[in-house]
């Protein structure tokens, strides 16, 4: 029988309003993707279900992740036709 080892992560993340009040990014929650994904060893999987994907920083982490042989599956929204061109590596 395969083992299925399963993350449960019980911290909530939210976004730094004093950035956001100051109209600057706040990248609290794709910084903590960035080290899940980093955090993901060799030979597991992914899956990735996200609005927009567009941050590079996630991107390149994927792709780092990809060639440590992790599977990435993503489910991209794609019905906004204006954000269409974001969801492409």
């Known amino acids: 029988m395969k083992q299925c080892n399963l993350l449960i992560y019980q911290k909530y993340i939210f ?3 004093q950035k956001i009040l100051n109209s600057a990014e706040s ?3 794709m910084d903590k ?3 899940f994904i980093d955090a993901t060893p060799g030979g ?3 899956f ?3 609005y927009v994907f567009d ?3 996630v991107i390149n982490t ?3 992740s990809h060639s440590r042989k992790v599977k990435i599956h993503i489910m991209a929204d794609m019905s906004d036709r204006s954000s269409n061109g ?3 590596l």
Do not use: E, M, Q
């Open 33 to 35: 993707l960035i080290n």
């Open 62 to 64: 994927l792709k780092r």
């Open 86 to 88: 974001a969801n492409f």
């Open 15 to 17: 976004t730094d309003s």
């Open 27 to 29: 990248t609290v929650i």
């Open 48 to 50: 990735l279900s996200i």
């Open 55 to 57: 941050y590079k920083p």
């Open 44 to 46: 597991s999987s992914i």
